[in-house]
């Protein structure tokens, strides 16, 4: 799916999957053992990985409201 929709009970978080592959092209951001599933994905991790990176580069969402959309 271009778009991944990640289930979270404070709100849904619609990931624009193709987007990032193209605007990152190394999978292996997110992807540490190959494609597919990721082991241990979650609120942790989403935090950590997707948050993190869009506060060092400034560029994406870092409230929880705009990726925790009820
Ligand atoms: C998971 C809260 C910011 C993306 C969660 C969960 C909570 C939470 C409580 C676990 C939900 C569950 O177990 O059902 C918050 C709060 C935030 C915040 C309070 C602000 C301080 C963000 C931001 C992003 C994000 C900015 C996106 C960059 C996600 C994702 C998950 C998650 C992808 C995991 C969903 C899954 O397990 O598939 N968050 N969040 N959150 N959060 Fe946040
Ligand atoms: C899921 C491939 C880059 C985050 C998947 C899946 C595949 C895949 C095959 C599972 C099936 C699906 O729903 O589509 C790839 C390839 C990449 C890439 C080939 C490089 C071109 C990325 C990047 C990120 C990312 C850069 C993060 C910014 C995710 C997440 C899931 C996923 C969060 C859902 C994981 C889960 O449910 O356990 N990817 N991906 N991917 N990908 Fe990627
Ligand atoms: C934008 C979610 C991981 C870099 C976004 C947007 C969302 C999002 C919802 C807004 C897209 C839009 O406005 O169309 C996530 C989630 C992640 C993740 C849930 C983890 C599974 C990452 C990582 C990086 C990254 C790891 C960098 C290494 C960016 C950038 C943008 C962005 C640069 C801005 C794109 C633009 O404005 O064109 N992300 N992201 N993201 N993300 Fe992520």
Do not use: M
Request: glycine share 12%; proline share 6%.
């Amino acid at each position: 799916a271009d778009v991944i929709s990640l289930p979270a009970k404070n709100g849904n978080v619609s990931f624009p999957h193709k987007k990032h592959q193209e605007l990152l092209k190394d999978c292996k951001k997110c992807h540490e053992k190959g494609p597919g599933k990721i082991e241990g994905f979650g609120k942790d991790f989403a935090h950590k990985t997707c948050k993190g990176c869009h506060e060092e580069g400034k560029k994406g969402p870092t409230k929880c409201g705009e990726c925790h959309k009820k």
